[in-house]
């Protein structure tokens, strides 16, 4: 249980920075927890997806509002924080899904099978990184979007493309997007605001086909192992957005972008 509490720690804790949270916990259990030696490779690599989606939750609890309008499910005005007048609308968060749901089906076997690994995670941190430094380097001047509710269904789009990279491991899709929403016009709260509402699709999408796929593999022993680390990444994740979202407009990309290059330095010296 401690195993999955720490990897749902790492996850809460890095899904919704721009760092790569599927790349922190391949790191932090292959050098130090070895979930694969506790269990299959399968019920471990399943359990690394399958966490988000406590990450998922606590998402839906910090944009609870908004997805309650986007859903036609609330009526009336909009919650102050949400933006007047003009709003986002389900259909440009659905536009922005298609691209990654399409490439993640079709290569969802090759990514399990060649991606998972410390080399892979290495290479993603570095192209990344890249992108985030050129993000906020060669930005527009003046963003055309200031809030997730001023996004044209062209940026929307666009955001869907640059989620593809986010299928590597270790490349982060909220920094793949919250870079391409702003490099496409958006300032970096608009960007992460939509990230974060394109997550909970995306990554229940991602859970539910894994458990579908590996749902033979698993037994009871396995299930205080999902449970604790559910828990933990709920908890951690709510923590983490809140946070995040508050810090964004103010640090921009290339802290994060620093530590990830640093991150990538230790682990090529050191490790390998």
């Not at 292959?30 to 979930?35: A, E, I, R, V």
């Not at 997730?148 to 490349?171: R, S």
């Amino acid at each position: 249980m401690f195993v999955g509490f720490i990897l749902g720690l790492v996850e809460g804790l890095t899904e919704f920075a721009p760092v790569s949270s599927t790349g922190h916990m391949i790191l932090v259990d292959d050098f130090l927890l070895h979930s694969k030696e506790l269990f299959t490779p399968s019920i471990a690599n399943t359990f690394k997806v399958v966490i988000q989606l406590g990450s998922i939750l606590a998402v839906v609890v910090v944009f609870w509002d908004r997805f309650m309008h986007l859903l036609g499910l609330k009526k009336g005005p909009v919650h102050p924080e949400l933006g007047r007048g003009r709003r986002l609308k389900l259909t440009q968060v659905i536009v922005g899904l298609i691209p990654a749901a399409v490439l993640g089906l079709l290569f969802e076997n090759y990514i399990d099978e060649y991606l998972f690994s410390i080399q892979t995670v290495l290479i993603g941190l570095v192209l990344g990184a890249i992108l985030m430094l050129a993000a906020d380097w060669f930005r527009p001047s003046k963003p055309s979007a200031k809030t997730v509710d001023q996004i044209t269904y062209k940026q929307a789009l666009g955001i869907g493309l640059f989620q593809c990279l986010g299928l590597w491991p270790g490349f982060s899709r909220s920094g793949s997007t919250i870079s391409g929403g702003v490099l496409l016009g958006m300032s970096h709260r608009a960007a992460a605001d939509f990230t974060f509402i394109m997550a909970v699709p995306v990554m229940a999408g991602a859970s539910g086909l894994s458990l579908l796929k590996h749902w033979k593999d698993f037994t009871v022993d396995a299930l205080p192992f999902f449970i604790i680390g559910f828990i933990s990444a709920f908890i951690f994740a709510l923590i983490s957005i809140r946070f995040f979202l508050k810090l964004i407009n103010k640090v921009k990309l290339v802290p994060f972008a620093v530590y990830r290059l640093v991150l990538a330095a230790v682990i090529y010296f050191v490790f390998l």
